[in-house]
């Protein structure tokens, strides 16, 4: 079966860097999703990988490794307001998209 | 970028009625589409799957009598939560998929049932 693996919480504290992984079994691979979520809200795009390497964007960088189906965000200078939950979402050979059950991340001053 | 449309954004409803909320891309179509619901300080959790022209494929835990999905068109999907009870009471979220794009995300529908 197809399988997203995301940890459930994380804990870090503001200012520092946190790396939130995500480990995918899937039918196929047609690209990787970032989303972020706060409570309450509609999650929001952060990134999309489809080839292998690092992909940055300001304070947020996510990298894929496809022969290890894997990734990861990671997130620097962590302000308060990056505490949310994270999804990662993965495309198969099929462009059906698979969700991961998120991760929260918990800032702390 | 693409706009989905969620409504109601909230509802109150009384313990065993029904309650309808409704999911329509405005500018795209859509052949997929999630549903999830959101417990407080949980993460959103996928309920249902609906591609187009077949059937809701639910998550397990999900009763597929309780949450009823139409995926009525490429462009409108509702979820029914039929015979709600206070247990029910939760952040309900749809998302559409191009299968090109990300996926997109209704505002939500807070939902208490008293």
């Known amino acids: 079966g197809q399988n997203i693996d995301q940890p459930t919480e994380m804990t870090a504290t503001e200012g520092a860097i946190v790396q939130i992984n995500c480990t995918y079994q899937t039918s196929g691979f047609n690209g990787l999703f970032w989303y972020q979520q706060h409570a309450g809200e509609a999650p929001t795009f952060l990134s999309y990988n489809v080839l292998d390497g690092l992909e940055e964007k300001g304070r947020f960088s996510s990298f894929l490794s496809r022969s290890k189906g894997y990734s990861y965000l990671l997130l620097k200078e962590l302000q308060m307001k990056d505490s949310a939950s994270y999804l990662c979402?993965?495309?198969?050979?099929?462009?059906?998209?698979?969700w991961g059950a998120g991760t929260k991340l918990i800032i702390k001053p | 970028g693409a706009v989905v449309s969620q409504h109601p954004s909230r509802v109150i409803c009384k313990s065993g009625t029904s309650v309808k909320i409704e999911c329509r891309s405005l500018d795209f179509q859509a052949t997929t589409m999630f549903w999830y619901r959101q417990f407080p300080k949980k993460s959103l959790m996928l309920m249902a799957t609906s591609n187009e022209g077949s059937k809701a494929t639910y998550e397990q835990g999900v009763e597929k009598d309780k949450f009823l999905i139409n995926h009525a068109s490429l462009t409108l999907s509702t979820l029914t939560v039929t015979s709600a009870h206070p247990e029910d009471s939760s952040f309900y979220i749809c998302?559409?998929?191009?299968?090109?794009?990300?996926?997109?995300f209704g505002q939500g529908t807070r939902l208490t049932v008293v």
């Open positions: 998302s559409m998929y191009t299968g090109n794009t990300e996926a997109f």
């Open positions: 979402a993965v495309r198969d050979s099929n462009y059906q998209l698979i």
